[in-house]
């Protein structure tokens, strides 16, 4: 609320918000979907039609998290309700020691005895402050609270306690799971840290110092079970679930509904309006529902979308209009169609035109779109073919995933809860270990390692009245190579580079950093070199002090090897996107050009064609110059 804004889940880091470090809620909001769990299967069928890396495959495959196994109840003692749990591995049945409902649970509030009401009240005030993605990555802090209540194990009536802890989510399975300690790691932890018995079912192989998630143990402890080898055992299991009516096989879904709602002013609006709470959508002759012009924009109440505070366009004859907006994936999911008929007015592209072009035959990306961007346009291009709009169901053929240019970037660390900052080398003293929040700092005032304190006060007005332990006198920076992103402050502007180096510099320089596929650090001392070779390359055309040096002469045999050589190897290098090596076999060709003190225009002009695709400013300019 201080902020009155909506924050996106890595905004927030140990329930205060990035910027300024508010205390942060987490609210139910009503949100439009995207129904992709519908196409789960379809998804994961169509990667067999696709040339994607077998990584990429994979990513995708574990995001779906396809998983089968049996949905189970197990009823809780002195209640009429059940716990309805999802399991992949039923064989263990007779392991579990205690079951874990997500706090925000339907059941918690019903099932929690007096005695343990304040501590669950508290417990779930904890988790409402916390984003989804640190109840998910945080594996060393283990939280969890008993609600007191017990459940039944249908099978040996022995009594089950149940907790509450944040690393079970509500939207996943049933949002309650059964933990079996001795093998399952998490479960493992967590009945360790509580101090709650482990019973083994798995003999030799649980060793009682770590989980141990094998099928290959035979059963002990297990009543039916017992002396079945686990894989064997689960198929046995779910029969007995299903006989005794207390459960069904199931297949489960990790991937879940995308959020399709947005709390801003810009994006698509949704062409909805809500009567009596029914959402009508608007008529076809009624659209584009267009954005209205504002002179300024701020937060709606109650965490609403800026819309919500312009009552002449939120408010119709007809009811209400929707107030949140589209996110940026509404359009960038289908955008490619739009390329092969851009000039239609009535539809985004005309059958015909898209049964011309097809698919997009090659896509570039990074592997950060893996889950995102390339599962939406999938699911999105298997909806217009559903609708009978275009008459391919996959977007791209073949894909190939670029590295990312990583940036150094640098860090200060604001003890928790206070605007203060101890430098670097000392974040690990006993007073501020575990006390502290690493904070990306803009690169640009940090000299080295050593930050300009100055320049970080002005940077943003939450910093101006910080406090700054030092060392030596110095803040001391961290420093870590990761991804260079605006949101990271480690970005380096290549319009300073163009500027000093030409466009055709930085960009061979990007290229010769190392293989496409491959993730590599930016170093802006290397651009030099190649910067030096688009001179050497100029001077077998024109030199400084003579002027023009290319001629009509015959070249030689020796000059006619090093030209055909290098159309090979350059035409096999593009072919495999090798394009490091392309650079390198460029700077070759130029040197021994050089050395043979070869000027020949019927040799330079099709160096020229050669490393137009890497160079196309200079080789456009030689080329106006050959005449």
Not at 31 to 57: C, N
Not at 384 to 403: R, T
């Amino acid at each position: 609320e201080a902020l009155e804004r909506v924050q996106a889940n890595d905004k927030v880091i140990s329930a205060v918000s990035e910027r300024g470090g508010h205390p942060v809620e987490k609210k139910k909001m009503r949100q439009w979907y995207l129904r992709i769990t519908e196409f789960a299967d379809r998804l994961l069928e169509g990667l067999d039609k696709i040339e994607f890396s077998d990584a990429m495959k994979e990513m995708q495959k574990n995001w779906i998290g396809k998983s089968q196994g049996a949905e189970m109840t197990f009823q809780i003692k002195d209640h009429e309700a059940g716990v309805k749990v999802y399991t992949t591995r039923p064989d263990t049945i007779f392991g579990v020691d205690f079951l874990v409902l997500a706090p925000e649970h339907a059941l918690v509030e019903q099932i929690t005895c007096k005695e343990q009401s304040e501590a669950v009240n508290n417990y779930l005030a904890y988790v409402k402050s916390r984003s989804e993605r640190e109840r998910l990555s945080e594996v060393k802090q283990i939280t969890g609270c008993f609600t007191g209540a017990y459940a039944v194990n249908p099978f040996d009536g022995k009594l089950i306690p149940i907790w509450i802890a944040e690393y079970v989510l509500a939207g996943y399975g049933t949002g309650a799971i059964m933990a079996v300690p001795c093998g399952d790691q998490r479960d493992y932890s967590f009945a360790k840290h509580f101090n709650i018995p482990i019973t083994n079912i798995i003999g030799d192989h649980y060793n009682g110092e770590e989980a141990n998630p094998t099928k290959e143990a035979v059963l002990e402890n297990s009543g039916f079970l017992n002396g079945l080898l686990m894989k064997d055992a689960i198929g046995v299991a779910n029969k007995k679930i299903e006989e005794m009516g207390i459960g069904k096989p199931q297949v489960n879904y990790r991937m879940r509904d995308a959020g399709f709602s947005r709390q801003r002013y810009w994006g698509e609006p949704f062409p909805i309006i809500w009567s009596d709470g029914i959402a009508i959508p608007l008529d076809a002759k009624e659209l584009p529902l267009e954005l209205p012009h504002v002179e300024k924009y701020g937060p709606g109440p109650d965490g609403e979308g800026p819309l919500a505070n312009l009552p002449d366009w939120m408010n119709t004859p007809q009811g209400k209009r929707e107030t949140s907006t589209m996110p940026g994936y509404a359009g960038s999911s289908w955008y490619f169609l739009r390329y092969m008929d851009p000039h239609n007015k009535e539809a985004f592209c005309d059958k015909k035109a898209s049964d011309y072009w097809n698919q997009v035959d090659l896509y570039i990306g990074g592997t950060e779109h893996a889950v995102g961007h390339l599962l939406y346009s999938r699911m999105w291009t298997k909806i217009l073919f559903d609708l009978g709009y275009i008459n391919h169901d996959e977007p791209f053929k073949k894909l190939v995933n670029q590295g990312m240019i990583q940036g150094s970037s640098r860090f200060a660390y604001r003890v928790k809860g206070a605007n203060k900052f101890i430098s670097s080398g000392l974040r690990n003293n006993d007073e501020y270990k575990d006390a502290v929040d690493a904070i990306h700092v803009d690169v640009n005032f940090v000299d080295g390692v050593e930050m300009d304190i100055d320049a970080f006060k002005k940077w943003k007005p939450d910093y101006a009245a910080a406090e700054f332990i030092l060392e030596d006198g110095k803040y001391i920076c961290g420093v870590e190579v990761e991804k260079m992103s605006k949101s990271k402050y480690n970005t380096v502007n290549p319009d300073v580079l163009v500027d000093k180096y030409g466009a055709d510099t930085f960009r061979m320089y990007e290229m010769f950093l190392g293989p496409v596929e491959m993730s590599k650090p930016w170093d802006t001392k290397g651009i030099e070199g190649v910067h030096r070779f688009l001179r050497k390359l100029w001077r077998l055309f024109y030199d400084d002090l003579k002027g023009k040096v290319w001629n009509d002469e015959k070249p030689t045999d020796a000059e006619f090897k090093i030209l055909h050589r290098t159309i090979k190897k350059i035409e096999e290098d593009t072919e495999r996107f090798s394009f490091n090596t392309a650079v390198s076999t460029f700077m070759i060709c130029v040197n021994e050009l050089a050395d043979n003190k070869c000027n020949k225009k019927e040799v330079l002009e099709k160096v020229l064609i050669l490393i137009t695709p890497y160079a196309p400013h200079i080789a456009a300019e030689l080329w106006s110059l050959l005449g």
